[in-house]
């Protein structure tokens, strides 16, 4: 296969594939393995890639906020958990051809 073609798209950034392996991927981002329509977490488009092409993503989006100490007797609101998005962030693009999926 092309494995790392073209070399100037390597790393991949996040929702850009095809990676076959995190470090294919800049930074902490992970490669999101794929079996073809899945959607990628924290981009929008995957499910409409038929194809098996794995994606770059952020394992770790949106760190939890940090509650900052607040004297008493005012209480503060105890967040709802976040949960990881699959669709509403950047597109996926395919812009390099790691040969055949993982």
Known sequence: GNNGSPASAFPLKVC???CDSN??????????????GEAVPGCSGGERVSSRTDFCYDPNPNPAPVAM??????????????????????????????????
């Open 16 to 18: 850009q594939g095809d």
């Open 23 to 36: 470090s294919d991927c800049e930074g902490a981002l992970e490669c999101f393995f794929r079996d073809g």
């Open 69 to 102: 100490p607040i004297p008493a007797p005012v209480a503060m609101p105890v967040p709802a958990p976040v949960s990881r998005p699959t669709t509403g962030g950047p597109s996926v693009t395919i812009v390099g051809n790691n040969g055949s999926p993982a």
